[in-house]
């Protein structure tokens, strides 16, 4: 089996290329259509606003070192993005 220098997973890389053309991860209280509880969904936007499908809180949690929270959260949602962008949240919104 050949190793790989890059340790990012698949799902990574590809989020990491989203991210890189000006999408965000937003992590979000959601109504669950099956059960109807409340929960914490973590999905990944692209740069027109569409969610990326299969990618959710595990890749962020793989990314999250190089992610930034980003302004535009509620007490409800919070959005996250590069480290390069200029949206990122001041220290006093937090």
């Known amino acids: 089996m050949q190793k790989s220098n890059n340790p990012l997973s698949k799902r990574?890389?590809?989020?990491?290329?989203?991210?890189?053309?000006?999408?965000?991860?937003?992590?979000?209280?959601?109504?669950?259509?099956?059960?109807?509880?409340?929960?914490f969904r973590h999905r990944l936007i692209d740069a027109n606003g569409a969610v990326i499908r299969g990618i959710g809180f595990a890749t962020l949690e793989e990314l999250r070192g190089m992610l930034r929270p980003l302004t535009g959260g509620t007490t409800v949602s919070s959005y996250y993005g590069l480290r390069t962008r200029s949206d990122i949240?001041?220290?006093?919104?937090?």
């Open 12 to 39: 990574a890389e590809k989020a990491l290329a989203v991210l890189e053309a000006g999408g965000k991860f937003r992590e979000m209280l959601e109504r669950n259509g099956y059960t109807g509880r409340e929960q």
């Open 89 to 94: 949240a001041e220290p006093r919104h937090f």
